[in-house]
């Protein structure tokens, strides 16, 4: 009714509008075509949009009220979040509740005025004339009354106690809950702090994975330009090796040359002393020939001296260039360690730089994981908070349910008080319902457990006949 | 027979493989030449180390030094004889120099050159023995029959 009324004073509002409009342009005179176009323009958008809402509401309410009718027995998954859906099923079980606790009661009314039309009956028939025992009767028949109030009245108040006791176990089940809620808000909350933390490892060891990887070009490039420098070596190692060698050869022909020269002076030292001795022997006319042959002797002398200070400077020269390529073989077998060391070094290199790019992989996945993580628990925890919401305000409606049943009890208390006239006094029951703390009234604030409505339902205790 | 010297006649010197230092008369010397092809003769004496061939003919050709019968002389002195020429193997020739020869009385009891020494001289500070070239073949001779006498060859 009160959608009907909102769209009735929208609809309203919007003929008023196009009156205004109306009455506006007929004074002034103005253009009435464009400002009849814009009044009805604004009196459709203002019903269409009040149709909308109204339909929005509709829907609303129909869909509250199928979560609401929804067989409680079945658990039904409305919310897809299990806190939610178990609050749903505990809102529904007390709706179910409260629902057969009033059809219980329409039922023990409809009895009460059944009662009433028959004390209505007995009433006429007594004044019909049947006086004879016209007032055990009606006691009688007040008793049996009471009876079945008392019977109705006790099962409202176990109803009631039911009632009560349930929304307690809510109340209690949704304080637990928030406070769990409550931790698991602050493990999940120390969670995403861990992980941030971790994520800010990981960038770092990232970074330094990074800095390595460029130091690992730096040094493998070294390490090329290393082998490069030590290939050149050895090639020029080699270069000066093969020139000793020539050179050795070349000293030892020389040295050939050297040893030819003094045979050559040996045996010109000696054709010069045979010439003497020919001169001697020839006697006084081969005196001049003595004096040429000794010149060609001392020239034959000097030539063999030279021929052996050149063999002399041939050999250290020879000497020389075998220590040299000696030295020089040394040289090169000692780069070629080398060039070996530097290809195992640029292998551990190579090694060292494959790793260190898979470990900066592996560290881009546990980044990206730790991110994720951090993400799903800022959902987890904004699902959390909703649940803690739905918690509390489950517990407001515990409350108001437990002031409900309470204001209840109240009623059948009066009712049973009520009722107490028509008893027997003699023979028949007293029943009591009493509330150890009548007075209590209980706040909006204050926690169920706190207001300790203990309901009982003493059981129909012998009353004590007076007499 | 000793040849006839004058005090300063032309000398040959020359130095055996002991390094002793000897002289003969520059006139019985006919060429110094290396030392040649030899062909051992066999069952004779160890003095002998054979002969050669120069110049189209063959030389008996003697060691200088009897304690060494192997041939590592490096020169040989080609000598005149009245029976020929003949070879001596010397370590090397020095040369020719004038000697002031002190005669001696050639010692035939010597061994070796010693045996055929006619003299001594000096020359660069050096004692040099001065041979008679006639008196060393006829030492070699000696000392050749003895040694087939004593094997029964000749």
């Known amino acids: ?467 | 027979m000793v040849n006839e010297v004058s005090a300063c006649d032309q000398y040959c010197l020359f130095r055996t493989r002991n390094r002793e230092a000897f002289a003969v008369l520059a006139t019985s010397v006919r060429e110094v030449m290396p030392v040649p092809n030899i062909t051992p003769i066999p069952l004779s004496d160890p003095l002998l180390a054979g002969l050669c061939h120069v110049r189209n003919e063959f030389l008996p050709v003697v060691h200088s030094d009897r304690r060494n019968n192997d041939i590592r002389e490096k020169q040989m002195m080609v000598m005149f004889s009245p029976t020929g020429p003949w070879g001596l193997l010397v370590e090397n020739v020095l040369g020719l120099a004038q000697l002031e020869v002190s005669l001696n009385s050639v010692g035939a009891d010597g061994s070796g050159l010693s045996a055929a020494v006619m003299g001594t001289a000096s020359h660069e500070h050096e004692i040099i023995r001065v041979l008679d070239n006639n008196t060393l073949l006829q030492h070699f001779e000696r000392q050749l029959r003895s040694h087939w006498k004593r094997i029964n060859v000749a």
């Open chain 1, 1 to 467: 009714m009160r959608l009907i009324r909102l769209s009735l004073l929208t609809h309203f509002i919007a003929a008023a509008i196009g009156a205004v409009g109306v009455a506006t342009c007929w004074w002034t005179n103005a253009q009435f075509g464009i400002v009849g176009a814009a009044i009805t323009v604004a009196v459709i958008l203002i019903g269409g949009l009040s149709w909308l809402i109204a339909r929005r509401l509709v829907t609303a309410i129909s869909r509250l009220d199928q979560a609401v009718t929804v067989d409680p027995t079945t658990q039904v998954s409305l919310t897809g979040i299990d806190e939610f859906d178990t609050l749903l099923n505990h809102l529904r079980e007390c709706v179910q509740r409260w629902t057969s606790a009033a059809k219980r009661s329409r039922e023990q009314a409809q009895m009460l005025d059944a009662v009433v039309r028959r004390m209505d009956r007995r009433r006429i028939n007594e004044l019909a004339g049947q006086r004879g025992h016209g007032a055990e009767q009606l006691r009688a028949l007040l008793a049996g009354i009471a009876d079945d109030a008392d019977g109705a009245i006790r099962q409202i108040l176990e109803t009631t106690a039911e009632i009560h006791q349930s929304t307690k176990e809510i109340s209690g089940s949704s304080e637990i809950r928030t406070d769990a809620v409550s931790k698991a808000t602050t493990y999940v909350d120390q969670l995403s702090n861990y992980i941030d933390a971790i994520l800010r490892q990981v960038e770092l060891h990232r970074e330094q994975q990074q800095g390595s990887s460029s130091e690992s070009d730096a040094a493998f490039e070294r390490i090329e330009s290393l082998k490069s420098v030590v290939q050149r070596q050895r090639s020029y190692i080699e270069a000066s090796e093969s020139k000793l060698r020539t050179l050795g050869d070349q000293s030892r022909e020389i040295a050939n040359i050297a040893h030819t020269i003094g045979e050559i002076s040996s045996r010109t030292d000696m054709l010069a002393l045979n010439v003497s001795i020919e001169s001697v022997r020839t006697g006084e006319s081969g005196r001049g020939f003595t004096v040429v042959a000794e010149e060609v002797r001392k020239l034959a002398e000097q030539a063999a001296r030279a021929s052996r200070e050149v063999t002399s400077l041939v050999e250290s020269i020879q000497m020389e260039t075998s220590s040299s390529i000696k030295v020089l073989s040394t040289q090169r077998q000692e780069l070629d360690e080398e060039q070996t060391l530097l290809e195992r070094t640029n292998e551990i290199v190579r090694r060292m730089t494959d790793s260190s790019k898979s470990v900066a992989g592996i560290l881009s996945d546990i980044g990206q994981s730790a991110s994720n993580q951090v993400r799903l628990a800022r959902d987890l925890i904004t699902s959390v908070e909703r649940i803690s919401t739905s918690s509390k305000q489950e517990r407001g409606r515990a409350e108001a349910v437990a002031w409900a049943t309470n204001s209840l009890s109240g009623f059948a208390r009066q009712i049973g008080q009520a009722l107490n006239p028509l008893r027997y006094e003699d023979a028949g029951y007293d029943v009591r319902v009493t509330q150890s703390e009548s007075t209590h009234s209980l706040s909006s604030n204050e926690h169920l457990e706190d207001s300790d409505h203990d309901l009982q339902v003493q059981s129909f205790e012998p009353a004590v006949a007076a007499e």
